[in-house]
């Protein structure tokens, strides 16, 4: 099968991407989904839209990617329910809780993995589909090596992302709109930082992707799906880039320089990038949307349409659905386990002499950077295909030299961690919101950093061993393009760092979470033990602050020791 996916944040656009060629479509309703701004669908709008698509032979594919607090799942089931009687084809999942939960009462519920679920392996594929997804959305960051490694070795469909926006970001890694704005991209809230202004240019905003250059490969190589980024897009621009996609697949071939111009014309910012595909990673992969875009647009619009073909597919008919929605399960551990007080440094030089002095059991050194004084090792936040083979030679020669500990944030990673013979911790980076999510790594797992983004009263809810970190500048971006600066400044003059791990970029908060003077309220949030995040601090300020946490100094006074 050879699908061609198009995005629809109306029931306009569903319209436009049906007119026009699409084979199946994507929506969100009014709730959990990552385009919570688009006008999505009602439940009335969802029944029309079924009917709509399955009788002219389209799928509908509904978006529930968002991450799930506890207190979430009952009305998010509901809604699942909901789309399973309706006739929705697949559901398009990022939080892994939700997905188990989805087996249990709706076995024969197919479920697509988001790219939220960043996975950008073959090892993250294979445990996608234990998890039962039919479907992963992969990173859109693989190189054509790495998709077509992803495609050959993937037991479960592949789907990616040829023309669109995108995240500089690496999907489901970035907080920079929930730390600084209060807007989570996690809960479908993004407020598009990424477009602003810092140090005076546009270093985090990239061109639209587009791959239509590249289609017969795409093909060739076996992904199943090719999907258009756009919910928030015009009826307009749905139609007109569907429309091209469906004769390039069709023709089974790669878009002509008139069609490039043509789709830059629908829409662009200075034009389009092939840049992570192709291995061109630069600063060509930089733009924003000009007036010269804008106007362009605006004659496409006043000229007069190409007419419409016909496309003729079967009526899809699905079988009747008679599953019951269980209660949600109750969540308890099965193995009661203790988290362990740890630290991740990134410099060697600011570990203290002895750690144990302060509490911590586990300190932690980037993999690149590891020495033995520490015990466990970070691993890289990304490891594609061509990247597994020296990750595992460097996991072996740390292990080697006296590391016991792996803090993994990727669930494509934990069989590179267990190869190498670790103790495996649940690094921030695997989103793990509630206590659904928590059991699913439970077995892999002796603990689980859980995600920054959470409140204390959620923290409580989940009942795993668990860390939160309580000290450090948050990791907000996890970059593939560097950005070519050591800081970023905003028009607010905060400055947020840059650092680097496993050889990307990585973008720090500008200010550090500092709760060395919220014991009390810590300790009625449970049972879970303390995780620092040390970056840009020398050896004396980080002795400094651990002290702070010692004696439970206030914010104010602690500050004032440190300067």
């Given at each position: ?380 936040p990304v490891i594609f295909d061509s990247e597994r083979d ?13 590391a016991e500990h792996a803090l993994v944030g990727n669930i ?92 990307r970029d990585i973008l720090l908060n500008s200010l550090p ?51």
């Amino acid at each position: 099968m050879t699908e061609l996916l198009a995005p629809a944040g109306s029931m306009e656009a569903l319209i436009a991407a049906v007119e026009n060629g699409a084979d199946a479509v994507y929506f969100g309703t009014t709730l959990f989904n990552a385009r919570m701004l688009a006008k999505n669908f009602s439940r009335d709008a969802v029944r029309e839209a079924v009917t709509y698509c399955h009788q002219r032979g389209v799928r509908c594919y509904v978006t529930m990617n968002t991450l799930l607090g506890d207190r979430m799942m009952k009305d998010a089931m509901n809604q699942v329910e909901f789309l399973y009687t309706v006739g929705v084809d697949a559901l398009i999942i990022a939080d892994l809780g939700l997905a188990g939960e989805i087996r249990r009462s709706f076995p024969d519920f197919p479920l697509h993995a988001s790219t939220q679920c960043s996975a950008h392996n073959v090892d993250a594929v294979r445990y996608l589909k234990e998890l039962g997804f039919t479907r992963a959305v992969v990173a859109r960051e693989l190189s054509r090596e790495d998709l077509e490694t992803v495609c050959k070795n993937s037991p479960i469909e592949i789907e990616a992302f040829v023309h669109g926006a995108l995240c500089v970001s690496q999907s489901g890694q970035c907080l920079l709109s929930s730390f600084i704005g209060g807007r989570s991209g996690n809960r479908g809230e993004c407020a598009q930082p990424c477009r602003m202004l810092y140090n005076g240019k546009y270093p985090l905003s990239l061109k639209d992707l587009s791959l239509a250059r590249h289609m017969p490969e795409l093909i060739a190589m076996g992904v199943t799906s090719f999907k258009i980024e756009g919910r928030m897009k015009s009826p307009d621009y749905v139609g007109k880039v569907t429309r091209i996609f469906r004769t390039l697949i069709d023709e089974e071939r790669g878009a002509s320089d008139e069609e490039m111009r043509y789709l830059a014309e629908v829409f662009s910012r200075q034009g389009f990038t092939d840049g992570y595909y192709t291995k061109t990673v630069n600063a060509a992969m930089l733009g924003i949307r000009t007036e010269k875009d804008k106007e362009a647009s605006r004659q496409l619009e006043s000229r007069p349409d190409a007419p419409k073909k016909t496309f003729k597919k079967d009526a899809i008919i699905l079988p009747p659905r008679e599953h019951s929605l269980l209660p949600p399960a109750k969540v308890t551990p099965s193995v009661k386990k203790r988290a362990q007080t740890s630290a991740r440094f990134y410099d060697a030089a600011t570990i203290p002499d002895d750690p144990r002095a302060y509490g911590i059991a586990i300190v932690y050194l980037p993999l690149d950077r590891y020495n033995k004084k520490a015990n466990g090792v970070v691993l890289p936040p990304v490891i594609f295909d061509s990247e597994r083979d020296a990750v595992a030679d460097a996991l072996k020669r740390a292990r080697a030299a006296g590391a016991e500990h792996a803090l993994v944030g990727n669930i494509g990673h934990i069989a590179l961690a267990k190869e190498a013979g670790f103790v495996l911790h649940g690094d921030w980076r695997l989103n793990i919101q509630s206590g659904y999510t928590a059991k699913v790594f439970e077995e892999d797992f002796a603990d689980l950093l859980l995600s920054p983004e959470l409140i204390l009263p959620q923290i409580r809810d989940i009942p795993f061993a668990k860390c939160v970190t309580v000290y450090g500048r948050q990791i907000l971006m996890t970059l593939e393009k560097p950005v070519g600066y050591t800081t970023l400044t905003d028009r607010t003059k905060a400055v947020f760092p840059i650092l680097k791990e496993g050889g990307r970029d990585i973008l720090l908060n500008s200010l550090p979470t500092y709760m060395a003077d919220k014991k009390a309220e810590l300790q009625k949030a449970g049972d879970f033990a303390y995780h620092y995040l040390f970056t840009t601090e020398g050896k004396q300020e980080t002795l400094q602050i651990l002290n702070a946490y010692q004696k439970g100094w206030t914010t104010k006074k602690a500050v004032r020791r440190i300067k």
